[in-house]
């Protein structure tokens, strides 16, 4: 996939709601070789995806020995909107608090006085923290409407050609 099909897929408007959402998933290979999916907040910057980590949690390390990454965003609702995206992580370990990690988690309904306890709670516990930055490499929107999963489109197709055979 090249940068012109990324940047298509991750601008339609589908995407862009998904990509303000709060959540994504995100699967690596743990350091024991299988696979890990783990939800983590996340922050769009128009091109990356900006993840915050403290620098002993199991990904980091996993991420720095293969920094292959797939991110699932998607809806609970019928039919869901799914956005997936693969691409490489980079880590920088960051002095402090990096500032996406503060803008990402002001999203949840928090009361003004929660969110100062909850950022003085953060500050005091976390000396530095890992900034994974993700370019994406590929992705696909599927919204069951535009687009379906590869596999219902390739029956879809065959489903077709039956038809006019």
Not at 40 to 48: C, H, L, N, V
Not at 92 to 114: C, F, R, S, W
Request: net charge negative.
């Amino acid at each position: 996939m090249d940068r012109d099909d990324i940047a298509a897929v991750l601008a339609h408007p589908t995407s862009r709601e998904l990509l303000g959402r709060d959540l994504t998933r995100l699967a690596y290979a743990a350091e024991h070789g299988g696979p890990r999916n783990v939800p983590i907040a996340f922050t769009w910057t128009g091109s990356q995806i900006v993840l915050c980590t403290i620098p002993n949690a199991p990904k980091v390390a996993a991420l720095r020995a293969d920094p292959r990454v797939a991110l699932t965003i998607d809806t609970e609702v019928h039919p869901p909107l799914i956005l997936l995206i693969r691409g490489t992580a980079e880590l920088e370990k960051v002095e402090g608090i990096p500032d996406e990690y503060l803008e990402m988690n002001g999203a949840y309904g928090m009361t003004d006085e929660q969110r100062v306890a909850w950022e003085a709670e953060v500050r005091s516990l976390y000396d530095r923290m890992v900034r994974i930055t993700i370019t994406p490499t590929w992705a696909k929107l599927i919204d069951f409407e535009e687009t379906l999963p590869t596999a219902v489109e390739e029956l879809v197709r065959e489903r077709e050609q039956r038809r006019t055979a």
